[in-house]
């Protein structure tokens, strides 16, 4: 059994910066990614940024730039540094894993992200 637990959320003012974190437990053997992905109300849920393990890394267009996402070197963890940040960030912010499969999906419980003045 696969857990991901997000922490790192909260308020920020726009232009101002946060680091989520996502830590994992239980067996991660087969792993293919993790990433974040985040979802504001009324929308879909969308990849923010994901590291494979060749060590590639994708981001969102609207992120690219300002965000950074990187792991530790056995998977226990994944991070998303947030700089930069603006009001349309706003959102839940979930922490994902691939792993047996590239379609087989774990998940966090989320974590909520505020960008206002």
């Known amino acids: 059994q696969v857990q991901l637990v997000e922490s790192g959320g909260g308020l920020v003012q726009p232009g101002g910066s946060l680091r989520l974190s996502c830590t994992t437990s239980g067996s991660i053997s087969g792993i293919y990614a993790m990433g974040w992905y985040r979802q504001a109300p009324g929308k879909q849920r969308e990849l923010v940024a994901n590291?494979?393990?060749?060590?590639?890394?994708n981001y969102a267009d609207s992120v690219k730039g300002r965000f950074s996402i990187s792991r530790d070197k056995n998977w226990n963890s994944v991070s998303l540094q947030m700089n930069n940040l603006l009001p349309e960030d706003t959102a839940v912010y979930y922490c994902n894993a691939k792993i047996g499969g590239w379609n087989t999906d774990y998940w966090g419980q989320g974590t909520q992200v505020t960008v206002s003045s």
């Open positions: 590291i494979r393990t060749s060590g590639h890394t």
